[in-house]
């Protein structure tokens, strides 16, 4: 017969689990929120941005940036964004097996990583690959400063012809329920990547000083906000998915409990049977 205190006390410990799955569900939401609000914002001015930027790489020729400069070379950075914290599903597995999965199928490449966040850093420093950097501890304080620094060092090195190619790995943001992986190249900048559509209006546009130095500090500004998009577009895909997991085990701890009170209910009536039994017993043994 299962112990009743036994079953008592494990029926407690997955309540307890369940009230810190649903904190954590509410604390998930709430960060949510605010991310998607942050994405928003930044959507405006990243789409104009990206407008002036593809009229003016149009303009110019390709050959007076270096961010622009489409080498040959096999020397490939890879950014790749995870999270510092778990119990968010499979986000931080998707990016691990996406950048894994690149690494498998570009063996001739010199490949390097720079990680952020502590989980991807975990796995990726126990394999045979050159990490180049390390952000830890991004998502406390996670800012456009920050993403300045991120976005300027990728500039510095490419400029320097130290690496060839930049891409990142990050989870984009397409609803609570969804978040998918991607591979984006930043670097060189592409200009078809900006493209417009056949049925856009483009607008014309008069540049002062002049179009080369425009040039220079948008590219600049590009690759703040790409790479600030991009841990924007997995800071609001990680909190999504820890919401969808918590919500997940919140329901499992509710079943289990129910499965729980069934097995202690059916014990505890068991015992009771079983003691009254022992009664009759008793009775009818005094009266024989």
Known sequence: MPNLKEIKRRIQSVKNTQQITKAM????????????????????????????????????????????????????????ITSDKGLCGGFNGSVIRKTAKYLKENPENENSLIIAGKKG?????????????????????????????????????????????????????KSVMQQEVVVEQLLPVLPEK????????????????????ILDQLLKRYMTVEVYRAFLESTASEHGARMTAMDSASRNAGKMIGELTLTYNQARQAYITKELIEIVNGAEALKG
């Open 25 to 80: 569900k509410l604390v998930a939401a709430s960060k949510l929120r605010k991310a998607q609000l942050a994405i928003l914002e930044a959507r405006p001015y990243a789409i104009k941005m990206m407008d002036v930027l593809n009229h003016l790489a149009a303009r110019c020729n390709g050959d007076l940036h270096p961010l622009l400069d489409v080498r040959e070379g096999n020397r490939h950075l890879l950014l790749i």
């Open 121 to 173: 850093n975990d796995i990726f420093r126990n394999r045979p690959v050159t990490i180049t950097d390390d952000i830890i501890g991004w998502s406390k304080d996670f800012d456009y400063l920050k993403a300045q620094s991120i976005g300027e060092n990728l500039a510095k090195m490419f400029s320097e012809k130290k690496i060839d190619k930049v891409f990142m790995v990050y989870n984009e943001f």
């Open 194 to 213: 900006l493209a417009h559509k056949e049925d856009t209006f483009v607008v014309d546009y008069i540049y002062e000083p002049d179009e080369e130095a």
